[in-house]
């Protein structure tokens, strides 16, 4: 069965703390994502990645910078938590390319970060 | 903007079909139509897709109409686990991808 893994499905850190978030896939996907989910405000892309060492912005990067040095996982960093940064983050990958669905998604369970 | 619109919420005896709508008047000639759903606390699972035919797999139907401004995501037999919130997504940029508010269906015994 294919998956997006997560590292923690619930994390609690102290503000000013640097925080790793982890996904690995086993589906040999090229584009990987990371989205944070509040109440109201659905899912917002933070970065995703369609390579190896590949990143681009997405709507709301300030605060977080990411990691893909392997294929199979991509990281969420955030450099200095703050407790604004208290969401869901949830980690997905597809498939990309011609005849593909861009729009297919597989998500990861999602990681709850509290930062008091 | 989620371009999208569906109900709040429904409810659903189990056993019985569930229907979900989803208005999307503005999509574009060459926009897919995605059902996600989210359980409680876990990540987002797609359900399915389609374009403009109909379409079925092991988990749901979709269809989708004919000027394609809106769809039903059909779950034939409701069980309790399909308790969750639907979303209906018209993706229109690969790293645009807007859930909107969903429909919260309840599914009850």
């Known amino acids: 069965d294919v998956k997006v893994t997560q590292s923690s499905r619930y994390l609690v850190k102290r503000t000013g703390e640097k925080v790793f978030l982890e996904c690995v896939q086993d589906m040999d996907h090229e584009n990987m994502f990371w989205y944070r989910q509040d109440p109201g405000l659905g899912l917002r892309l933070i970065y995703f990645?369609?390579?190896?060492?590949?990143?681009e912005k997405g709507d709301i990067p300030e605060g977080y910078s990411v990691s893909r040095e392997k294929k199979e996982r991509f990281s969420l960093i955030l450099e200095s938590a703050s407790t604004n940064q208290t969401s869901m983050y949830l980690c997905?990958?597809?498939?990309f390319g011609v005849g593909q669905q861009p729009g297919l998604r597989i998500f990861g369970p999602g990681t709850r970060l509290t930062v008091t | 903007d989620a371009k999208t619109t569906q109900p709040t919420s429904m409810d659903c005896a189990e056993g019985r079909a569930a229907n979900l709508p989803c208005n999307h008047s503005t999509i574009s000639g060459n926009e897919y139509v995605y059902w996600y759903r989210q359980i409680h606390s876990q990540g987002p699972q797609y359900i399915i897709h389609g374009l403009k035919n109909n379409e079925t797999n092991e988990m749901a139907s979709l269809i989708i109409t004919e000027d394609r401004k809106s769809s039903t995501l059909i779950l034939p037999h409701a069980t309790l686990r399909d308790t969750a919130v639907y979303y209906c997504i018209v993706r229109y940029n690969f790293n645009k991808f807007y859930f909107g508010s969903g429909t919260k269906l309840n599914v009850k015994p």
């Open positions: 997905a990958s597809s498939l």
């Open positions: 990645s369609y390579d190896v060492k590949m990143k």
